[in-house]
């Protein structure tokens, strides 16, 4: 059964190489959203013991909302969520998470999905501002869904409902990393060509 599935994968993988890239980019970046919903609430969990909860961390504001406070792109007000915005502690607890999952998935993505040849620094390097961009992009729109998730699944089902928002919002910063990142990983990733200059030649060859 297994030996049959692997040469039936290693036949498509042959005859249609970029839908067996992307197939195995979907299947390695669902496991890494499943390791991020299980390692989100744990740190939550943690860093909500600490006094970091009641810690504002409000940085780069960016413009005025309707009400006349700043939109700030990472806006985490102190206090415990719904009422708060979970403080620094709720930063530290999603960009860990974050950190560690892209770790994994820069590893497993350039060895397992595309077999890179490429720099693994240089490919570490444009990886790592990938990251920063996406990061930037995803606390950006969080600001727009983030509260009202919250507001609304702990006002319908309470505890229940905080852990319930935690999800969706995790699977949202995963799916906007998921649209992203293919492309931008086929560039980083990219095979490099062997110099035919510098390949041994045969004896004998003419």
Do not use: H
């Not at 042959?14 to 197939?23: D, I, K, L, N, S």
């Not at 940085?59 to 620094?88: K, R």
């Not at 397992?112 to 990886?127: D, G, H, L």
């Amino acid at each position: 059964m297994v030996s049959s599935i692997r040469r039936w994968w290693g036949a498509f993988a042959t005859a249609r190489p970029a839908t067996a890239e992307f197939v195995v980019f979907s299947l390695i970046s669902m496991g890494m959203t499943v390791l991020q919903l299980a390692l989100m609430p744990i740190l939550k969990w943690v860093f909500g013991l600490t006094s970091l909860v009641d810690t504002t961390f409000q940085v780069l504001g960016t413009t005025t909302n309707a009400d006349g406070s700043t939109f700030f792109i990472f806006d985490y007000p102190a206090g415990a969520l719904p009422d708060g915005g979970g403080g620094l502690a709720y930063f530290l607890a999603v960009q860990l998470t974050l950190l560690i999952a892209q770790v994994i998935n820069f590893f497993l993505q350039r060895n397992v999905t595309f077999k890179s040849t490429s720099n693994p620094w240089r490919a570490a390097a444009w990886y790592a501002v990938a990251y920063v961009i996406i990061t930037f992009l995803a606390a950006w729109l969080q600001g727009f869904y983030k509260d009202p998730i919250y507001q609304w699944m702990i006002g319908r089902w309470g505890a229940t409902g905080e852990a319930g928002a935690d999800v969706v919002t995790m699977i949202i910063n995963a799916l906007i990393s998921f649209v992203v990142f293919f492309p931008i990983l086929k560039i980083i990733f990219r095979a490099e060509q062997a110099d035919p200059a510098a390949e041994p030649v045969a004896v004998g060859a003419r």
